[in-house]
């Protein structure tokens, strides 16, 4: 494990106390140990260093002392300043924008995500050629292994990656195109599709394993759940079939996180594209944390920029658990459940169904005997209360959602105001 060190300039822009412990779970998810953290209040980041020449001079006896391995600065710096900074340090210099992309790169398991990923590095490297030298020798990430290349090599390596670029984005437009058939296929189905949104850590994963343990009992189905940044780097789908009530398909998405690295934004836009295909949005808020409301406007910036904020909507706010002490939050309308306690979890379950499907309503239906089929799938989406078998036609009592009228309209005798049964 490589020893980190943490720098943070204070321009008075962020919550630095928050940035400081985001950027710290950053560097424990790419797997850095964390031995320090070094703050310098400035007006403006200086134009060689980012931080200030006399702090460049206190921060190398730190890591002379420490033994640091590689400094981790909480911004984007130019790739002049991160050469200068490695000179000066003789030390391994990244920006936030490159650590997220540690974190995504040891992650990825499926292909499209490997490809992404590649991708977003490739495109991250590519201005940064020359800064960035020394890094990547360190990473083993390539053939960069000459401190100050020349400008030959520097020439043959920006034309490999260029030519890597290439490469990279026709086999990720093969795997698009395969999953737009899938997705085809399964819109074609006309199973509305529910996703889960929201920063990283919120509990989205946390929440689709209690939703399919609540729904389906089957706990093969769970997904990966931690207390880790990033632990869902993949959208995954479940079908839901739930006995009386129609099927929707649930699926987990990758969590966002502020100042992402905006090559990442548009890699991982296809993956998001499962949140644009969406009819309903869940956007799962941790109410226990105190920079709740940021992260709300985080995700709600992604949801505009992938052109999703019209979808409707239900705000849920999670760790209900650990909210107890905490003044209630009145800004806006949400659901709070708890994933620890199980609490509330019926209430959401009812408001996914209302929203999907409508309010369940009470009808009389009459099949002819060659309908059996119909009332097959009646049986799976909707709760049978009586069935009587007369002699040239079956009788059903049923409690179905308000969208599955337009489905049985032909057999519909007659139709009461949606019960109170919830
Ligand atoms: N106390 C408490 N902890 C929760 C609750 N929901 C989730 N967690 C914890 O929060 C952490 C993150 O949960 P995940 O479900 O993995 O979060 P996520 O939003 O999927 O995170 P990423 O996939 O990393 O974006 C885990 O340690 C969960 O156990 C809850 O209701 N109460
Ligand atoms: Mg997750």
Redesign the pocket.
């Known amino acids: 494990m490589d020893n980190a060190l943490l720098v943070f300039l204070d321009l008075g822009l962020y919550d630095l106390a928050e940035s400081k412990k985001e950027l710290e779970n950053l560097a424990i998810a790419a797997e850095l140990n964390v031995l320090d953290s070094m703050t310098q209040k400035l007006d403006k980041p200086t134009s060689n260093y980012y931080i200030g020449s006399g702090k460049v001079v206190e921060l190398k006896k730190t890591v002379d002392v420490l033994k640091i391995d590689v400094c981790v600065f909480d911004t984007e710096l130019s790739p002049a300043q991160i050469r200068n900074l490695e000179e000066a340090l003789d030390t391994q210099v990244i920006d936030r924008g490159f650590l997220i992309l540690q974190i995504f790169a040891k992650r990825a398991k499926t292909k499209e995500a490997r490809l992404e990923i590649d991708l977003a590095q490739q495109k991250y490297l590519l201005p940064r050629l020359i800064g960035l030298s020394s890094s990547l020798s360190r990473q083993g990430g390539g053939s960069f292994n000459s401190k100050g290349p020349g400008e030959k090599k520097l020439e043959l390596d920006r034309r490999r990656i260029e030519s890597n670029i290439t490469k990279l984005e026709d086999q990720l437009k093969k795997v698009h195109l395969e999953k737009k058939v899938n997705q085809k296929r399964r819109q074609s189905n006309q199973i509305p599709i529910v996703a889960l949104v929201?920063y990283?850590?919120?509990?989205?994963?946390?929440?689709m394993n209690s939703l399919l343990m609540k729904l389906m009992r089957n706990e093969e189905k769970k997904v990966f759940?931690?207390?880790?940044?990033?632990?869902?780097l993949q959208t995954q789908a479940r079908q839901i079939n739930y006995y009386n009530e129609p099927s929707f398909i649930l699926t987990?998405t990758?969590?966002f996180v502020s100042r992402l690295p905006h090559d990442l934004v548009n890699s991982f836009k296809s993956t998001l594209e499962e949140v644009k295909q969406a009819d309903l949005i869940l956007h799962?808020i941790d109410g226990s944390n105190p920079n709740y409301q940021h992260q709300m406007t985080t995700t709600n910036d992604v949801l505009d920029s992938i052109e999703a904020s019209h979808i409707e909507t239900i705000n849920v706010l999670?760790?209900?658990?650990?909210m107890i002490n905490q003044t209630p939050i009145t800004d806006f309308k949400y659901l709070s459940?708890?994933?620890?306690t199980k609490t509330n979890l019926d209430f959401l379950i009812d408001e996914i169904y209302t929203r999907l499907f409508g309010q369940k309503v009470e009808v009389d239906l009459s099949f002819t005997y060659e309908e059996k089929s119909l009332i097959n799938a009646l049986y799976q989406s909707s709760k049978i209360i009586d069935i009587s078998y007369l002699e040239d036609e079956i009788r059903v009592k049923s409690i179905i959602r308000e969208s599955q009228l337009v489905t049985y309209q032909n057999q519909l005798l007659q139709k009461e105001l949606p019960s109170n049964e919830k």
């Open positions: 929201g990283t850590n919120a509990g989205k994963s946390s929440t759940e931690k207390n880790m940044l990033f632990a869902t987990d990758v969590g799962i999670t760790k209900l658990d650990l459940i708890s994933n620890k």
